[in-house]
């Protein structure tokens, strides 16, 4: 390690390590939340309170694509339910995916073959798995906001998307 120092030291440099860290390298490997809990500001609602936040998560919801072009799942995403169009329904999905890193689609169909006639999405927090003695999920239980009387869901009716958490087995956030 001499010689290399040595070299260095010809030709103006110095190594980093004699310095030790600079001031602005922890900043690097923070995350935005660490970030701005170090400066005191953390954002609660980061989807509305950081345009960068905002940016970022809609211009993936926006370029969400398909490459069904008729057909019964067709007409089915052309007017997913009675609130919401194809583009807002894509548009919640990822926007709740990027936020949480999970979003839950509620279908209505009687079984697992079945078509869904609607498809809804509510916001994935409120939602916690139901689970047998093995830990298996064995369905879905909605919070409406009353904080008692949960709507139960049947894994037939619930689609699950999430980001992949190495700390929970099943939540993505």
């Not at 919801?61 to 490459?67: D, G, L, M, P, W």
């Not at 919640?92 to 979003?103: V, W, Y």
Request: cysteine-free; charged content about 25%; glycine content about 8%.
């Amino acid at each position: 390690m001499k010689g290399i120092d040595s070299i260095l030291g010809r030709i103006g440099l110095v190594r980093k390590s004699a310095i030790g860290p600079l001031p602005g390298d922890r900043v690097i490997y923070k995350s935005l939340r660490e970030l701005m809990a170090t400066q005191g500001s953390v954002l609660s609602k980061p989807y509305k309170e950081s345009i960068w936040v905002y940016a970022a998560i809609n211009a993936i919801a926006s370029n969400v694509s398909k490459k069904i072009e008729e057909g019964p799942i067709y007409e089915l995403f052309q007017n997913p339910n009675p609130l919401m169009s194809q583009r807002q329904l894509f548009e919640a999905t990822m926007i709740f995916l990027g936020l949480k890193g999970e979003a839950i689609w509620i279908t209505e169909r009687e079984n697992i073959t079945q078509l869904p006639k609607e498809i809804w999405t509510f916001d994935p927090s409120r939602f916690t798995p139901a689970q047998n003695k093995e830990g298996q999920v064995t369905g879905w239980l909605y919070d409406n906001g009353t904080g008692k009387d949960p709507v139960p869901f049947a894994t037939h009716e619930i689609l699950f998307f999430r980001y992949f958490n190495p700390y929970d087995d099943i939540r993505g956030r």
